[in-house]
């Protein structure tokens, strides 16, 4: 059967994200079609639209370590019922030959993006769960405001910014004067605040709040609507309005 | 002057000459024909050269169902399901009567039912399928079926 474009575009946007890859090889226009921005968009959207009738918009990810491999794994969980989604998946092998006792947390995630962070290398990746793409953010060149401090990234965020229809990630950095006895507060102060933007690939400054950060507990979250909250300190928790 | 809440009939001619008389109730379910009544088009029969008369009575017969106030949630379920258990001829035709007559809700159940028949499918079956003509090298297709070797698993 001989289906017209439009007919076809919207059959394309009931399908699963697996089959749409599949059929990117089918023809050239749909490969065009399913790898452009404003598809994705449309789809991603159709989903969710959809997908809450199902009452399936819930999901729990699932961030561990395996005891035996110590390998890092991820896998999601849908919240009702509670049941598994998707198999256990082992993080994209990004690096290599690195020492097992290296930490690498989930920073957060949104709309199927997953940001996660190792504290060996100082690496932040993008790792799409449905597509299995990821990305390495690049490093931050942006001159510090304490040059010859140590800066200690006390907090990182991950969130979508509907405004600008782009994902970005928050740091936190702090400085410690590189004398060990002058570093001694039990109270620390951000000093230099840095968004990254997917859109452009980049990083820039932006002001750091007035903020002190205290106890609380370890982790940093995702984010929601504009508002990005991260705080990995002693525990803090930082919150951030996006714009 | 409003004449929706009225017994206005509308007569429908298909693409194989059979008539169909319906409520306008029933008729505006379709977003075509409801701007035809609202423009004032509908008064004489209205010609669809591209929905043939069987095609043309199902959907009808959905309109009704669906404006059938006597009709439980359940049963509509049910009559929904039912109604999409279809040859593929019938499926094609449905599919292109409901987009042309614009029934939303039933648009999106027959998109959601045609999805689901080829989301597992081979890319040579869907061109098959669809009558696609494949207009990539063997070498270009190789690349791309290699960089998402995972969606063939």
Known sequence: MAIPEDVMVQILLWLPVVSLFRFKCVYKSWYALTTHQNFIQNHFCHNLSTSNNNNMSAHFLVHRRDKATGDYLVSSLSYEPLQALSLTQPLPPLYFGIDRKV??????SCNGLVCHYDSYDLN???????????KVVPKSTL???L??????????????????????IIKLLCFHH?????????????????VYSLRTNSWRKVDSPTCIIFDGFKGTRAYTNGLLLGGDYVGGRVFYRLT | MSSSKSNKIVKLESSDNKTFEVEEAVAVQSETLKNMVDDGCANDTIPLPNVNGKILEMVLGWCKKHVDETVTGDELNKYEADFLDLDQADLYGLLMAANFLNVKGLLDRV????????????PEEIRRIFN????????EEEEIRLENAWAFD
């Open chain 1, 103 to 108: 930490d690498d947390f989930v920073v957060g």
């Open chain 1, 124 to 134: 932040i990746v993008l790792w799409n769960l449905a597509t299995k793409e990821t």
């Open chain 1, 143 to 145: 001159p510090r405001s």
């Open chain 1, 147 to 168: 040059a010859f401090f140590h800066a200690n990234t006390k907090g990182i965020g991950f969130g979508f910014d509907a405004k600008t229809n782009d994902y970005k």
């Open chain 1, 178 to 194: 590189p004398n060990p006895n002058l570093s001694s507060f039990q109270i620390e102060f951000i000093d230099q605040s840095e």
């Open chain 2, 111 to 122: 998109l959601q039912r045609v999805a689901d028949m080829i989301k597992g499918k081979k």
């Open chain 2, 132 to 139: 696609i003509k494949n207009d990539f090298t063997p070498e």
